[in-house]
């Protein structure tokens, strides 16, 4: 069984240039944890390039083994340094964790 955790979020600031950057913040930092955190297996991740109107600002598709892994990732230190970045420029947030 793989775990794979998908999340998207949407900024808080308004303007889209601010939004555009805190986007391409979180994904840069989320995936420079490859190679850091050893329970990812795959990860992807990137700022929203179509329909700013209507589609979340970034998203992050992340697998590992089992719900375990995804744990330890969730608690890794270099990811919560992620979060605490995350929490600082998000406005909503949306996941979903499903076996493939």
Do not use: C, K
């Amino acid at each position: 069984m793989t775990l794979r955790h998908v999340v998207s979020w949407q900024m808080a600031a308004e303007d889209p240039a601010v939004r555009a950057e805190h986007a391409a913040g979180i994904a840069s930092r989320l995936a420079a944890l490859v190679g850091v955190v050893p329970e990812i297996r795959a990860l992807s991740t990137g700022a929203n390039v179509a329909y700013p109107d209507a589609n979340w600002d970034v998203s992050l598709v992340a697998d590992f083994d089992d719900l375990a892994g995804l744990e330890a990732y969730q608690v890794h230190p270099a990811h919560q340094e992620v979060v605490a970045y995350v929490r600082s420029v998000v406005g909503n947030r949306s996941a979903v964790d499903f076996e493939v």
